[in-house]
């Protein structure tokens, strides 16, 4: 495979050893992201891209990273496992998620990246610099445009009409005033005589 395009986003704030994040393509055909430039002691690395390793917690089985004290889910305080150490005895804790498998092959990768690398650093230095790392998202189709709801509006839902018979009891209703279980008659109420205690029940 060959290497066919490099794409570099250096980091503003160099106080840590992470000096910027990458991306490779081979062929012009496979795209690989999110590779470290890291500084070690010898110069400028390449770090392939990597996920934490995660154990499960004994009481709900919830993934949590290794140097976790407390679970995620249900805050149960988790035992220290007894990790992998590499040559070096250092605890593995991350995992590569994409890595070559033969020297030849990381020594292309480290040697191209650290050679464009540089030559970002020289590019930032230049009036209306902008880095091309983050343009693979759009390549890819993972943009999203707020603006689009608003060219494309969802069509208005329609409101079903009601037939004409329903039209005229709703009026009919509206404009008539009911009568509550406790109102008066007409009769009753028009007339200026008190009525006597009793009168009108076993009226027909």
């Known amino acids: 495979m060959k ?3 490099v794409r570099i986003k250096l980091m503003e704030d160099s106080s840590d050893r992470l000096r910027g994040f990458c991306s490779i393509t081979f062929d012009d055909a496979f795209v690989i992201r999110d590779l470290k430039i890291i500084e070690g002691a010898n ?12 154990g499960h917690c ?14 995620n889910q249900c805050g149960m305080k988790l035992k220290q496992p007894q990790v992998e150490r590499g040559s070096d005895q250092r605890a593995k804790l991350y995992a590569d998620i994409a890595h070559p498998i033969n020297s030849e092959c990381r020594e292309q990768i480290q ?4 050679a464009e690398y540089h030559n970002e650093i020289e590019e930032a230095k230049r009036p209306g610099y902008r880095s091309k790392y983050d343009d693979f998202f759009i ?11 608003h060219e494309h509006p969802s069509p ?9 018979a329903a039209k005229t009891i709703e009026r009919s209703e509206d404009a008539s005033t009911l009568k509550g279980p406790h109102s008066r ?5 028009s007339s200026g005589r008190p009525r006597k205690f009793g009168e009108g029940i076993f009226d027909d």
């Open 43 to 54: 110069g400028p690395f390449v770090a392939m891209p990597s996920r934490k390793l995660t």
């Open 139 to 149: 390549d890819a189709g993972e943009d999203y445009d707020h603006d689009d709801d």
């Open 156 to 164: 208005a839902k329609e409101v079903p009409q009601q037939d004409s």
């Open 3 to 5: 290497i066919t395009e």
């Open 111 to 114: 040697t191209r990246v650290i």
């Open 185 to 189: 008659s007409a009769e009753t109420s």
């Open 58 to 71: 004994p009481s709900c089985g919830c993934k949590n990273h290794l140097r976790a004290s407390y679970c």
